[in-house]
Nanobody
Framework: QVQLVESGGGLVQAGGSLRLSCAAS????????MGWFRQAPGKEREFVAV????????FYEDSVRGRFTIFRDNAKKTVYLQMNRLKPEDTAVYYC??????????????????WGQGTQVTVSS
């Protein structure tokens, strides 16, 4: 019922910035909590950030707090992840995800019902 498409990944040097976008369709976007997760090769999928339905509340994984910012534009049905001061350990496939629980700030991937296809972020030394 909800389709998510990520974009904006690429190759960047350490210390650089990227902005990821996730466009949603198929459901009222403003009712969804939206999260970002990432998965490096051979690693478990890891929570990155989440934003509630209105954009008024956010929560971040410790390793990205202060460097990454999640925000949303409900009129455009799009959620963004602004990534600054990137590090090689940020290299991963980044996924956006949606939860019908609009005020949920969960870091648990199983609590998100819908997922995008992922976009690759590679940070070189």
């Amino acid at each position: 019922q909800v389709q998510l498409v990520e974009s904006g990944g690429g190759l960047v040097q350490a210390g650089g910035s990227l902005r990821l976008s996730c466009a949603a369709s198929g459901r009222t976007f403003s009712t969804l909590a939206m999260g970002w997760f990432r998965q490096a090769p051979g690693k478990e999928r890891e929570f990155v950030a989440v934003i509630n339905w209105s954009g008024g509340m956010t929560f971040y994984e410790d390793s990205v707090r202060g460097r990454f910012t999640i925000f949303r534009d409900n009129a455009k049905k799009t959620v963004y992840l602004q990534m600054n001061r990137l590090k090689p350990e940020d290299t991963a496939v980044y996924y956006c995800a949606a939860s019908p629980s609009g005020d949920s700030l969960s870091r648990v991937s199983a609590q998100y019902n819908y997922w995008g296809q992922g976009t690759q972020v590679t940070v070189s030394s």
